[in-house]
Antibody, heavy 118, light 112 residues
Framework: QVQLVQSGTEVKKPGASVRLSCKASGYTFTNYAMHWVRQAPGQSLEWMGWINAANGDTLYSQKFQGRVTINMDTSANTVYMDLSSLRSEDTAIYYC???????????WGQGTLVTVSS | DIVMTQSPDSLAVSLGERATINCKSSQSVLYSSNNKNFLAWSQQKPGQPPKLLISWASTRESGVPDRFSGSGSGTDFTLTISSLQAEDVAVYYCHQYYSALSFGQGTKLEIK
């Protein structure tokens, strides 16, 4: 069955960087792309960017441009998301979600809580 | 960026009654070349990730009960739960995938 297993909880200080991972299984990794979406406490969902697992192409939200980098290791069926210059407003649950081109995200990881606090 | 706006923000419905959630996009999400609306609905229960219920505005995902239905086109869309069950208590999000991805603010559905 399809699984997206995300890395564990992170606690970071303001100004630091964080790297999150999302390991896929149960489907052909390179046939899908992967979104990263975050959800601040009690808030809606916010798209950050995506990567096409077939060729590594990426697209980032303008809001996060310059702070976010998404890459992947196809040999490990894993996607990574780096977020730099963390601030308290980045405290959120971060999700990966797979999707086919021009289709909605059809399966989500369990989420990773990132807390940014001094 | 396409802005998605849902109404209402919260909704309380009696068990067995109909629940209706509306969603409006700031620009059309209808792709003229294939006449498909790039609009989906997802359900999120507490402590869980979102689950895709409906894509292309009206196509139920496999395993989604038929009490869930989606309608609308262009900029105005509706999610209807025909007969509310206790397990339907959740936050519902509309989202567009016409241009990147963006979500409505969510509608919290509770039992009256």
């Amino acid at each position: 069955q399809v699984q997206l297993v995300q890395s564990g909880t992170e606690v970071k200080k303001p100004g630091a960087s964080v790297r999150l991972s999302c390991k896929a299984s149960g489907y052909t990794f390179t046939n899908y792309a992967m979104h990263w979406v975050r959800q601040a406490p009690g808030q809606s969902l916010e798209w950050m960017g995506w990567i096409n697992a077939a060729n590594g192409d990426t697209l980032y939200s303008q809001k996060f441009q310059g702070r976010v980098t998404i890459n992947m290791d196809t040999s490990a069926n894993t996607v990574y998301m780096d977020l730099s210059s963390l601030r308290s407003e980045d405290t959120a649950i971060y999700y990966c979600a797979k999707f086919k081109a021009a289709a909605p995200p059809d399966f989500w990881g369990q989420g990773t809580l990132v807390t940014v606090s001094s | 960026d396409i802005v998605m706006t849902q109404s209402p923000d919260s909704l309380a419905v009696s068990l067995g009654e109909r629940a209706t959630i509306n969603c409006k996009s700031s620009q059309s999400v209808l792709y003229s070349s294939n006449n498909k609306n790039f609009l989906a609905w997802s359900q999120q229960k507490p402590g869980q990730p979102p689950k895709l219920l409906i894509s292309w505005a009206s196509t139920r995902e496999s395993g989604v009960p038929d009490r869930f239905s989606g309608s609308g086109s262009g900029t105005d869309f509706t999610l209807t739960i025909s007969s509310l069950q206790a397990e339907d208590v959740a936050v519902y999000y509309c989202h567009q995938y016409y241009s990147a991805l963006s979500f409505g603010q969510g509608t919290k559905l509770e039992i009256k």
